[in-house]
């Protein structure tokens, strides 16, 4: 039947990684972006603590068909069981109830209206309902039973649900551990969903096949790399149409530095550092508000120093007017006289002036001269050191003067209301005053040039001032949002190279998605038509490519091509209910069967309906391959043809048998072959004491013709499938035998018209067969001299002879 583990346990990361690799035209970067989108989606694999689940028993007590508590008791490891039963026995009870149990639901009442759901306590033992499902998987801690019982009066989304491992104390059962793996590998089937699977909505199916083959992820990372690239998209788009809408905004204003940003902004590259240096002040403005800023910052001396330093002129040339007067020279020459005649008179002695030649140069004279010398200094000196104070007083002053700044020069127009003039003259007179002499008008000019530059200089900062503000009321209003889109702009500049890789990782995914989901459905679909190949038996129609199209959250379906008669045509238009079913079964068991699968069991329920007798000869053989895969396989029928298949084909399988006695009351108990559970019924009835003879008798007759008919049946079927008659008039031929006679006829003959020649047989070969068949056949309606021991043995030997 073909095994998808191999192919659906790869990892869809290898696939994806492979196929990048594979791909000369992708560089690292993109690679690593499509790698980074898969791994970016959270691990969402079932994670229950437990692999290789089967179920050991099934308790129900006071659910649906089932009052006092009934055990469905299984084998828990691989293998076929059948649970077969009449309708209305309790058997789909116990499948209902497994379902409940680990989902919280059923899928038969899913969708259905309120009342499907009020009818599931039972009629006759309904007043506490529970129902449990035991399981054993690998390892040592293994064995948990999962319960959930209703109180009386609780509905049935109330009750508790409980859990307990190893006959531990219950605890609360986490539902949502469960959910996962059970969406994913859910391994209930019900009779309503067999259709379902092909004709339901388009999209279920698709959806159960995406998710099982991890395409889910797929999907997330083309939509998360989608996202991305539109997020960097619609950011780089902001800019742009906020740099469009702040290029206008400049435009209109009249600023240097709106109109040099503005002229920025229109290249197709905008210099951001150079904008940058524009909003923070940064940049050298020769032009505008820098050089206004730069007459703010102009500073004189303070008005006090300037007149203390004009006062200390003042007082030093007061103190040299005061000790000089006109004869000051004459006495500086008349004193370097004396010096010299001095100076001659203690070389020569006393001698005659040699001036005048009149007087005598002799020591009353060097007295006289001596008096005459020093006062002379002393006055000399007094003149000298004001002189010096007055210059050093000058000097100190004229520090004070500094050349005209370059800061008065005249101003562009684009500051028309800010004229520099008036104050570089000013300044121009205040600077003529380092190089003036320390005359008497020198301080009243300092004083006066001091002033006046102050006056003017003041009146100037009050223009520039003025003129800033002018400035700045059009600019700062712009200044925020040219910041605010600068931020956003280095965003987008710095995220170009991400961008570029995004929506080459998206245009790959995008490419890569219909290869790789078609790579991960390959085995899968390999699976289902190995299995529909079984199931198909004698039908004409084949099962061709299985394909998912469309997109997770938009129009989606499953592609079923069939083909009949090698001619292609739609699987709903051409398949009967039985070939649906067929096909729902053929898809269902490849999901449930996976590898990853943490359940070894799939669950059935009524799976033979609408099947022709040729598909329950492939179910049989396509159940038994999946448990002899390793599979705990357990179908619920009421259609005996299943165990008639299974025992025909010999097949390996547990048959049980549920029966409902009055009030609910549900045995099951391992079945024998028709044959034999008939005849061991007679000889339960004969050892009944407390029933009436005559009614023990009609019922042990009854059971006998049973049993004649059983073995009639299933020799025709064995004989005439075995020589190649077509199912389907194997079929026919057991529906046209209605009499025990007639199916007798059938077995023998193959043809359960010839009753007559049947007679003649018997009459020639067995007599005594004749005999036991006449009883058996009318011994309902007449009496008979047989005893019912009788009749029981005779009915035994006479099956063996049918059946040699």
């Known amino acids: 039947m073909g095994d998808v583990s191999t192919g659906v346990a790869q990892r869809l990361s290898d696939l994806v990684r492979h196929r990048l690799d594979a791909d000369p035209a992708i560089t690292p970067e993109v690679s690593a972006a499509v790698l980074a989108a898969l791994d970016a989606e959270p691990d969402r694999s079932p994670s229950l603590g437990m692999s290789g689940i089967f179920l050991r028993a099934i308790r129900v007590r006071g659910f649906r068909g089932i009052g006092p508590e009934a055990s469905l008791l299984l084998d828990p490891g691989p293998g076929l069981t059948l649970v077969v039963g009449r309708n209305g026995s309790g058997k789909s009870s116990f499948a209902e109830a497994a379902e409940l149990a680990l989902t919280g639901d059923t899928r038969r009442w899913a969708g259905r209206a309120s009342v499907w759901r009020e009818g599931w306590r039972n009629l006759h033992d309904g007043s506490t309902s529970r129902v449990e499902v035991e399981l054993t998987a690998a390892g040592r801690d293994g064995a948990l039973s999962v319960a959930?019982?209703?109180?009386?009066?609780?509905?049935?989304?109330?009750?508790?649900?409980?859990?307990?491992?190893?006959?531990?104390?219950?605890?609360?059962?986490?539902?949502?551990?469960?959910?996962?793996?059970?969406?994913?590998?859910?391994?209930?089937?019900?009779?309503?969903?067999?259709?379902?699977?092909?004709?339901?909505?388009?999209?279920?199916?698709?959806?159960?096949?995406?998710?099982?083959?991890?395409?889910?992820?797929?999907?997330?990372?083309?939509?998360?790399?989608?996202?991305?690239?539109?997020?960097?998209?619609?950011?780089?788009?902001?800019?742009?149409?906020?740099?469009?809408?702040?290029?206008?905004?400049?435009?209109?204003?009249?600023?240097?530095?709106?109109?040099?940003?503005?002229?920025?902004?229109?290249?197709?590259?905008?210099?951001?550092?150079?904008?940058?240096?524009?909003?923070?002040?940064?940049?050298?403005?020769?032009?505008?508000?820098?050089?206004?800023?730069?007459?703010?910052?102009?500073?004189?001396?303070?008005?006090?120093?300037?007149?203390?330093?004009?006062?200390?002129?003042?007082?030093?040339?007061?103190?040299?007017?005061?000790?000089?007067?006109?004869?000051?020279?004459?006495?500086?020459?008349?004193?370097?006289?004396?010096?010299?005649?001095?100076?001659?008179?203690?070389?020569?002695?006393?001698?005659?002036?040699?001036?005048?030649?009149?007087?005598?140069?002799?020591?009353?004279?060097?007295?006289?001269?001596?008096?005459?010398?020093?006062?002379?200094?002393?006055?000399?000196?007094?003149?000298?050191?004001?002189?010096?104070?007055?210059?050093?007083?000058?000097?100190?002053?004229?520090?004070?003067?500094?050349?005209?700044?370059?800061?008065?020069?005249?101003?562009?127009?684009?500051?028309?209301?800010?004229?520099?003039?008036?104050?570089?003259?000013?300044?121009?007179?205040?600077?003529?005053?380092?190089?003036?002499?320390?005359?008497?008008?020198?301080?009243?000019?300092?004083?006066?040039?001091?002033?006046?530059?102050?006056?003017?200089?003041?009146?100037?900062?009050?223009?520039?001032?003025?003129?800033?503000?002018?400035?700045?009321?059009?600019?700062?209003?712009?200044?925020?949002?040219?910041?605010?889109?600068?931020?956003?702009?280095?965003?987008?500049?710095?995220?170009?190279?991400?961008?570029?890789?995004?929506?080459?990782?998206?245009?790959?995914?995008?490419?890569?998605?219909?290869?790789?989901?078609?790579?991960?459905?390959?085995?899968?679909?390999?699976?289902?038509?190995?299995?529909?190949?079984?199931?198909?038996?004698?039908?004409?129609?084949?099962?061709?490519?299985?394909?998912?199209?469309?997109?997770?959250?938009?129009?989606?379906?499953?592609?079923?091509?069939?083909?009949?008669?090698?001619?292609?045509?739609?699987?709903?238009?051409?398949?009967?209910?039985?070939e649906l079913h067929a096909l729902g079964l053929a898809l269902f068991l490849p999901r449930a069967t996976v590898s990853e699968s943490p359940f070894g069991f799939v669950v059935i329920d009524d799976p033979v309906q609408a099947m022709d007798p040729a598909k329950v000869d492939g179910l049989a053989k396509v159940l038994a391959a999946a448990a002899r895969s390793g599979r705990q396989v357990v179908v619920f029928t009421h259609d005996e043809r299943l165990a008639e298949a299974v025992r025909r084909l010999r097949l390996d399988a547990t048959v049980l048998d549920v029966q409902r006695r009055e009030r609910s009351a549900v045995e099951v108990r391992v079945a024998e072959d028709p044959v034999r559970r008939y005849l061991s019924d007679a000889n339960a009835l004969v050892r009944t004491k407390q029933l009436p003879r005559a009614i023990a008798a009609e019922l042990v007759v009854t059971c006998c013709r049973s049993a004649i008919e059983a073995a009639a049946l299933a020799r025709s079927r064995r004989t005439l499938l075995g020589e190649g008659v077509d199912h389907r008039e194997v079929q026919r031929r057991v529906d046209a035998a209605r009499t025990t006679w007639e199916k007798v006829s059938l077995a023998v003959f193959g043809d359960p018209d010839r009753v007559d020649d049947l007679n003649e047989l018997l009459d020639r070969e067995a007599a005594w067969a004749r005999a036991v068949l006449r009883d058996a056949a009318a011994g309902a309606h007449i009496r008979i001299d047989r005893g019912t021991r009788e009749l029981i043995s005779g009915t035994r030997k006479f099956v063996k002879w049918l059946n040699p």
């Open 148 to 578: 959930r019982e209703w109180p009386e009066g609780a509905d049935l989304a109330g009750g508790t649900w409980t859990q307990a491992r190893n006959a531990a104390d219950p605890t609360e059962f986490r539902v949502e551990r469960w959910s996962r793996a059970l969406e994913l590998y859910r391994p209930f089937l019900s009779y309503s969903e067999l259709g379902a699977l092909v004709d339901g909505r388009p999209s279920d199916l698709f959806d159960a096949l995406h998710r099982l083959l991890g395409l889910d992820d797929l999907t997330a990372a083309q939509e998360r790399t989608r996202a991305r690239r539109l997020e960097l998209e619609r950011a780089a788009r902001q800019s742009r149409d906020e740099r469009n809408e702040l290029r206008t905004a400049l435009e209109t204003v009249v600023d240097d530095r709106a109109a040099r940003v503005a002229q920025l902004l229109r290249a197709a590259d905008p210099d951001l550092a150079a904008i940058g240096r524009e909003v923070s002040g940064a940049r050298h403005d020769p032009t505008g508000t820098a050089a206004l800023q730069a007459i703010l910052r102009l500073r004189l001396p303070d008005a006090g120093a300037v007149d203390g330093a004009a006062a200390a002129v003042q007082a030093g040339a007061r103190r040299l007017s005061e000790l000089t007067t006109g004869d000051t020279e004459a006495e500086l020459r008349v004193l370097d006289l004396l010096d010299r005649a001095r100076t001659h008179a203690a070389a020569a002695g006393a001698c005659a002036c040699p001036v005048c030649g009149a007087g005598t140069l002799d020591a009353e004279w060097l007295r006289e001269t001596d008096t005459q010398i020093a006062r002379l200094t002393e006055r000399a000196a007094a003149v000298t050191t004001a002189r010096d104070a007055l210059l050093a007083a000058a000097g100190r002053a004229r520090a004070l003067v500094t050349p005209v700044p370059a800061e008065l020069d005249p101003l562009p127009p684009q500051a028309p209301n800010v004229d520099t003039a008036p104050a570089r003259r000013a300044w121009s007179a205040w600077a003529t005053l380092a190089q003036a002499e320390p005359d008497a008008e020198f301080p009243e000019r300092l004083r006066a040039a001091h002033a006046d530059l102050s006056r003017l200089l003041n009146a100037l900062r009050g223009s520039a001032r003025k003129e800033l503000d002018r400035l700045d009321a059009v600019w700062m209003p712009l200044v925020p949002r040219i910041a605010a889109w600068l931020q956003g702009a280095r965003t987008v500049t710095a995220a170009e190279s991400e961008l570029h890789t995004v929506r080459r990782a998206e245009d790959w995914l995008k490419s890569a998605a219909a290869g790789l989901r078609e790579e991960r459905m390959a085995p899968l679909a390999e699976h289902a038509r190995g299995i529909w190949r079984g199931l198909r038996q004698q039908s004409n129609v084949d099962l061709g490519v299985i394909r998912l199209q469309g997109n997770a959250g938009a129009s989606r379906k499953v592609l079923l091509d069939v083909t009949v008669d090698d001619a292609g045509s739609n699987a709903l238009g051409v398949m009967s209910q039985g």
